[in-house]
């Protein structure tokens, strides 16, 4: 069945520190990926995603993610988490499922950056 | 300005009332889509829409019903609510494809006593 999976669900850094959330799914054929970011009390807004091309996608506010089909991964980074990133995190995937296109998302991963 | 809406933001309702969310987009899009996100559970899909009068179960379709009579509205609807539907609930809109991305809306919190 068609999956997508978020190993962390809550994560908590300082400042400055690198995160990288993981996310992995489990699709058959031509899967997008995406990631959205909800802010707290507001609604889901996307940060990046990955159509086709290069694996590597800079998304909105310094994120990027990585594609890798090998390991049907499409990990969150960021070099230097700020305060205001303190929000929850879905990865979601794409793909065509009984000739309808379906969207399934992950179970959502919390952060929460120390100023 | 692109965008999806919903109404009320906020509700609060007892066991057994009929209530109806709505949900409007002005991006022409074909698909639409409800979820009820949860914590621990993400979003679940609750009922989509590939086009006008085109509708049809997602992933927790029971105790929801929806209607697409135009193409920018498609209203949620609960018969008769019940406490286990407090929840938040998302309309998103898309145009119907590969290569699309889902808008949401800002969510309606719903709370069933």
């Known amino acids: 069945a068609q999956s997508v999976s978020q190993h962390n669900h809550h994560v908590i850094l300082s400042e400055a520190a690198s995160l990288e959330l993981g996310c992995n799914y489990s699709?058959?054929?031509?899967?997008?990926l995406f990631w959205y970011v909800q802010y707290p009390g507001q609604h889901l807004q996307l940060l990046l995603k990955?159509?086709?091309?290069?694996?590597l996608v800079k998304g909105i506010k310094g994120f990027e993610a990585e594609f890798i089909k090998s390991k049907f991964s499409f990990n969150l980074r960021k070099p230097s988490v700020q305060w205001s990133d303190t929000a929850e995190y879905f990865c979601?995937?794409?793909?065509?499922?009984?000739?309808?296109?379906?969207?399934?998302f992950g179970t959502g991963t919390r952060l929460k950056v120390l100023a | 300005e692109a965008q999806v809406t919903q109404n009320p933001r906020y509700l609060i309702t007892v066991t057994g009332k009929k209530l109806t969310v709505t949900c409007s987009q002005n991006?022409?899009?074909?698909?639409m889509s409800w979820y009820r996100q949860d914590p621990g559970l993400g979003l679940r899909q609750i009922y989509y829409?590939?086009?006008?009068?085109?509708?049809d179960k997602g992933d927790v379709p029971e105790g929801y019903k929806v209607s697409r009579k135009e193409k920018r509205n498609f209203p949620l609807i609960l018969e008769s609510p019940s406490p286990n539907q407090t929840s938040l609930y998302f309309c998103?809109?898309?145009?119907?494809?590969?290569?699309?991305?889902?808008?949401f809306g800002q969510g309606t919190r719903l709370t069933v006593v």
């Open positions: 991006m022409n899009h074909e698909y």
């Open positions: 829409s590939m086009n006008v009068e085109v509708t």
């Open positions: 998103a809109s898309s145009l119907q494809g590969v290569n699309t991305e889902a808008f």
């Open positions: 979601a995937g794409g793909a065509f499922t009984s000739g309808t296109y379906k969207y399934i």
């Open positions: 990955y159509f086709s091309g290069d694996p």
């Open positions: 699709y058959g054929g031509t899967v997008n």
